[in-house]
């Protein structure tokens, strides 16, 4: 059936997913302009083969297309609460199970989310109003599967409830939609069972540039700088403005009067919040940006100290504002300045407040 959006619920996708993602600033209308990445792939193909390696790219899978699927099955079973968890292959599908004694509960699984560099939490639809986001997600550092992050305080008590926490698909907040208002591109539309349908799977092109209709049929008939203008470019963003399109979804700056709460461990993963805090950022008249250090159009430089230490000293030369004594600059100027934090085992993120920080305290900088 062709995906469609029902009337009555159409508001509450719009509600929740306003301020999810930054194309949701463009009116409504513009729903119909986005064209998916594919299009984009003959002129600028670049971008397109850099970009589809990238985790934005593989933000989002059907359960069972997901890369790793097949170490999630061959992941060993785990015990929590005295509920045991696996991931079966039935046929083609996944499917999720739950024991306890001799009761089991299996469910098949529908959505994976993340691309899996760190962790991929799993999401199945229940009925026509519920979600569920499933308990176990699979860890790469722990090459496994373990509790599905921030469940830390959710206590199931029967084997329908321990599948996971459930979620109204139109509850006020909705969490499912928002779910995949931040792991896809485009405006997400209904089926005729009221199963949410992603436009296009995962961060691509038109989450940070905009629906490209216009600009493809524009460049089509050859009208170049009209074309031009009928695109987004970041590029022409300054560097709070850069900071605020990521902070759509990696969480914008904290605004005047909102007070973060620097010792929780879990709020290090929002870069855009920290990285605004830094001398760096704030005292280089706009030239850090999030693209200083990152390709918007490639996978994260993992484990390359080299590639960060290039980006530091191109500001911290001998002459302006230079390296102390002590730095080290073999050891990854990041290593100190940036550390990383786990809020929790498998998890790691590093602080993009940039500054000197105490051995053992990676929270917040000592001055
Ligand atoms: C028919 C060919 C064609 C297609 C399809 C196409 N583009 Fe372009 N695009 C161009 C050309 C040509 C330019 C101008 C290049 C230049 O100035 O170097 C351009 C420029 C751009 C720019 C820079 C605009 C500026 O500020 O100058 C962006 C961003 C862009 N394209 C994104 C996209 C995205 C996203 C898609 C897919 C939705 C897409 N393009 C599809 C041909 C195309
Ligand atoms: C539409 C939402 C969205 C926007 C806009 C967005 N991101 Fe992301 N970003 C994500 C999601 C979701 C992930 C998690 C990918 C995963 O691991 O599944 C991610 C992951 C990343 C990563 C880690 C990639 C990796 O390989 O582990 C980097 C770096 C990043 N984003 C930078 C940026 C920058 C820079 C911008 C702005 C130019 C930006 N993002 C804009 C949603 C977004
Ligand atoms: C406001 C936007 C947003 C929403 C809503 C959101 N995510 Fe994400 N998600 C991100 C970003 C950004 C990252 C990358 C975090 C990073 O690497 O710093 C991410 C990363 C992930 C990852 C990779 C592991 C990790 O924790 O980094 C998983 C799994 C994930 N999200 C699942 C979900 C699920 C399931 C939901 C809904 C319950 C959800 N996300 C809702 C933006 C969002
Ligand atoms: C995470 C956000 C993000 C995504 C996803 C993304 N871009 Fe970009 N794109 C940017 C940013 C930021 C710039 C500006 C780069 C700069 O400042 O040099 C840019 C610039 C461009 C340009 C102008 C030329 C250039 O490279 O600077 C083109 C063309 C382009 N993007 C095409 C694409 C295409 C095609 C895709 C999908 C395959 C895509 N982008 C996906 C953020 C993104
Ligand atoms: C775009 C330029 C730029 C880049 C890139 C940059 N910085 Fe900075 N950094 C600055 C400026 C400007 C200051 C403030 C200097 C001052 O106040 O004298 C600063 C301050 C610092 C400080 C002192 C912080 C404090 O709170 O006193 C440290 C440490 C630092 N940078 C480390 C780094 C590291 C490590 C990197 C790479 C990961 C980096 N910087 C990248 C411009 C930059
Ligand atoms: C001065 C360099 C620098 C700038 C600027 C920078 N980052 Fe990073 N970023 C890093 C380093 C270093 C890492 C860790 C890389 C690794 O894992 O080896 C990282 C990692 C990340 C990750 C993966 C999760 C994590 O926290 O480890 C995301 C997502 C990310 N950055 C997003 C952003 C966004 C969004 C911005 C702009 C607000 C930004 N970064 C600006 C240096 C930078
Ligand atoms: C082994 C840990 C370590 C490494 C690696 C390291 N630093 Fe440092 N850095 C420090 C410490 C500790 C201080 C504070 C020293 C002090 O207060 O005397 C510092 C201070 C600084 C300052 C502030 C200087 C000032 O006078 O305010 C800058 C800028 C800086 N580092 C940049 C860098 C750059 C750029 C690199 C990579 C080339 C780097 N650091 C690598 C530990 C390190």
Redesign the pocket.
């Known amino acids: 059936m062709v995906p469609f959006i029902i009337d009555s619920v159409a508001g509450a996708l719009a509600l929740v997913l306003l301020g999810a993602a930054p194309w949701f600033a463009a009116p409504a209308a513009d729903a119909s302009l986005f064209?998916?990445?594919e299009?984009?792939r003959?002129?600028?193909p670049v971008?397109f083969e850099g970009q589809s390696k990238s985790a934005h790219a593989r933000s989002l899978f059907p359960a069972s297309g997901h890369p790793l699927a097949g170490r999630v099955t061959s992941s060993r079973a785990v015990l929590l609460d005295g509920f045991r968890y696996d991931f079966q292959l039935r046929g083609s599908r996944l499917a999720f199970r739950v024991r306890a004694g001799s009761q089991v509960r299996e469910l098949p699984v529908d959505w994976a989310f993340g691309a899996g560099d760190q962790a991929i939490t799993f999401v199945s639809r229940l009925d026509e109003d519920h979600y569920v986001e499933l308990r176990a997600s699979y860890y790469s550092a722990l090459k496994g599967i373990a509790l599905t992050p921030g469940h830390q305080s959710y206590r199931p008590r029967d084997l329908p409830a321990a599948l996971g926490v459930r979620y109204k698909t139109f509850s006020p907040r909705s969490e499912i939609l928002s779910c995949f208002g931040c792991h896809s591109t485009g405006m997400p539309a209904l089926g005729g069972e009221l199963e949410i349908r992603p436009a296009e799977t995962g961060v691509r092109?038109?989450a940070c540039?905009g629906?490209?209709?216009r600009?493809?049929s524009l460049?089509?008939k050859g009208d170049?700088e009209a074309?031009?203008?009928a695109?987004?470019?970041p590029?022409?963003l300054k560097a709070p403005a850069l900071t605020r399109l990521c902070g759509e979804c990696h969480r914008p700056p904290a605004a005047g009067d909102v007070a973060i709460d620097w010792s929780d461990p879990w709020n290090v993963r929002h870069q855009p919040v920290y990285l605004s805090e830094s001398a760096c950022f704030r005292r280089s008249s706009g030239a850090l940006r999030c693209t200083t250090c990152h390709d918007p159009h490639g996978p994260l430089r993992r484990g390359d100290p080299a590639h960060y230490n290039r980006r530091c000293v191109s500001c911290h030369t001998a002459a302006a504002h230079p390296p102390a004594k002590a730095c080290r600059a073999e050891a990854g100027c990041a290593s100190c300045h940036m550390p990383g934090v786990r809020p929790q085992p498998g998890l790691t993120f590093h602080n993009h407040w940039i500054g000197v920080y105490r051995a053992g305290e990676p929270l917040r900088p000592q001055r």
Do not use: S, T, W, Y
Request: glycine share 14%.
């Open positions: 064209v998916g990445a299009a984009c003959a002129c600028h971008q092109c038109e540039h629906p490209g209709g600009h493809v460049m089509a170049i074309a031009r203008r695109i987004g470019n590029a022409r």
